[in-house]
C-alpha cells in the first residue's frame, strides 16, 4: 500500500531567483516571469492538496513563491489567518525597515551593522600577484548549498578613503571590483531571501588580485523566489526499502542504461 509523504513544509528553493513577484505579470496564484520564460506559483495561494498535485505534475521542480516562517513552516491557502497575519507582520516590518532608512540613507544597506559582521581573515581569501599597478577584489557568490546566487547587490566601502563602489553578481555568481586605491575595505551582500551580510578587514594591495568568495544564509523568515526541489528522487529511510527504477536511473543526469 502506498503511503502519501508529501509535506508542504519539505518544499525549498534550490535555486533562487533575483526577480521580484511584483516585476511578473499574472495575478494572485501564478505569474510569468520573463527572465527565466517559467510560471512562478504562488504557494500561499494554493491548498496543501493543489500544492501535492502541482509537485505530482511537475515531478517535484516548478518555479514558486514560498513565505516560510522561522519555525521551518510554509503558509498555504489552508491556513489565511496565518497569512493574514504575515502580510500584517511584513506591513509592520516594512515601516519600521523604511523609517530606518529615511533616518540613516536611502539604500536599503543602512541596517543593524553588528548582526552581520564577519572578518574577512575567516572567509580564506586568495590573493595572487599581478603585474604592474593593477589591483582587484573578485569572488563568487554561493548559497548554503552551494550553487552561486546571481543578481546580488554588492556595495565596497573604504571607510577612511570615502570610497564607495556598487556591483551585482552576474549570472554564474560571479563579481568583479577593479580598484584604484590600495586600502582595507569592507563589501556588503544583500540578496532577496537571504540575510544581508557584512565582510570587514578586506586588504587590497596594489599589484594583487584578491579572490574573496561570500557564502549566503538564507533568511529564517521571508518570501523566497525561485526553483523548488520538492524532495530527492531517493528517500534515505532505515525503515523504507529503496527500489530503483528504470524510470528513476533515466532521470539521473548523464545516465542512461542500454536496455
Not at 494572485?28 to 520564460?37: E, N, Y
Not at 519555525?71 to 523604511?98: E, F, H, N, Y
Not at 546571481?150 to 563579481?175: C, H, Q
Not at 577593479?178 to 570587514?200: C, D, H, T
Request: with cysteine.
Amino acid at each position: 500500500m502506498k503511503t502519501d509523504r508529501f509535506n508542504v513544509n519539505t518544499l525549498r528553493i534550490a535555486t533562487p531567483c533575483p526577480m521580484s513577484w511584483d516585476q511578473m505579470a499574472g495575478d494572485d496564484r501564478a505569474r510569468h516571469c520573463l527572465k527565466c520564460g517559467l510560471d512562478v506559483f504562488n504557494i500561499s495561494a494554493m491548498t496543501a492538496r493543489q500544492v501535492r498535485e502541482l509537485v505530482r505534475h511537475t515531478d517535484g521542480r516548478f518555479c514558486a513563491k514560498l513565505y516560510r516562517r522561522s519555525d521551518g513552516t510554509v503558509l498555504t491557502k489552508d491556513c489565511p489567518v496565518g497569512v493574514r497575519t504575515r502580510r500584517s507582520r511584513i506591513a509592520r516590518m516594512a515601516t519600521a525597515a523604511l523609517a530606518t532608512v529615511l533616518g540613516a540613507f536611502s539604500f536599503s544597506f543602512a541596517q543593524n551593522d553588528s548582526k552581520d559582521k564577519i572578518d574577512a581573515a575567516k572567509l580564506h581569501p586568495l590573493v595572487t600577484a599581478e603585474k604592474g599597478d593593477v589591483l582587484s577584489l573578485v569572488g563568487t557568490v554561493m548559497d548554503p548549498n552551494g550553487a552561486v546566487v546571481p543578481g546580488v547587490k554588492l556595495i565596497l566601502r573604504e571607510r577612511s578613503k570615502n570610497i564607495e563602489i556598487n556591483a551585482v553578481s552576474d549570472s554564474e555568481g560571479k563579481y568583479l571590483f577593479p580598484l584604484k586605491v590600495s586600502g582595507i575595505y569592507e563589501l556588503i551582500a544583500e540578496s532577496p531571501g537571504f540575510k544581508r551580510q557584512r565582510v570587514e578587514n578586506i586588504r587590497v594591495e596594489i599589484g594583487s588580485k584578491t579572490e574573496l568568495n561570500i557564502e549566503l544564509s538564507i533568511d529564517g523568515n521571508t518570501v523566497l523566489i525561485g526553483v523548488v526541489a520538492a524532495k530527492p528522487l531517493i528517500e534515505m529511510s532505515p525503515e523504507i526499502k529503496t527500489v530503483l527504477t528504470r524510470e528513476t536511473l533515466d532521470r539521473i543526469p548523464g545516465r542512461r542504461l542500454p536496455f
